[in-house]
């Protein structure tokens, strides 16, 4: 019997994604020896495949002088995993909101009172009491991003790391990443050597969170407030007579835009 080498109609298998492969499926006719079966089945096949190399070709036996020879393709280890290197940098972001306080709305939208009454207007005031105004915790936009630097060893200095925890906790100072001033914060950052030798360099991963600056905000009839990200904004209210509900209700009186957080140079982050 002549040796043949035919493509099997279940050939072609194949994944993409994160591990990409493919397999051919041959049979192989007219030998008796593994070996020979496997050369013939190597010989017929491509050496790539959809890009991939050969990476192995497998026989058995499934009658006389009769092989089932499968050929598989993936790409190489080294080509998978390449780690990155020095000087090259991955980012990441999240744009899930955070958690705030607050004790005014932006509008109220709809007032409801007993039969025979009127509901008082708080000029916007949450959750008013005999005593307070309550407010409400509300989820709002926080946009959080890391980047992680490869650093060559020379660069990761004792001032360096220095300079990285003395801007923890900070804002920018100028634009950042095309952020205006105030609106960045730096969370921190992580870093360890990849590596024991003396040259070799650092993964360091930096962690910031923006928040907008605004403008333009009103407060009952407060108008024209302005607070850059950080900054936070908290409200006086005091007693004041409401004359269509005749009774006394607590009102805004006053706002306030506080610094919590220093400036720094974020240029000493060195990314």
Known sequence: MPLTVTEKLESRRSTTGDNPSAELVYTVRGTDSDMTARAQATTASPTTYDGMPRQSVTVAPIGHE????????????????????????????????????????????GTYAASGTTAPDFQGAICVTQDAVEGVDITVPIYQFSETHYLPAAAVTNSYKGALFNLTGKVNSGG????????????????ARRGTGPDDDWEITFRFAASPNVSGLSVGSINGIAKKGWEYLWVRYADQEDTSANTIVKRPVAAYVERVYDQGNFGGLGI
């Open 66 to 109: 009769l092989w089932d020879a499968t050929v598989r393709y993936a790409p190489d280890s080294q080509q998978q995993s390449t780690p990155p290197q020095t000087g090259e940098s991955t980012f990441a972001f999240d744009t899930g909101g955070g958690t705030q306080h607050i004790t005014q709305s932006k509008q109220t939208v």
């Open 176 to 191: 950042f990443r095309g952020f205006s001033a105030g609106e960045v914060l730096f969370l921190g950052a992580t870093g």
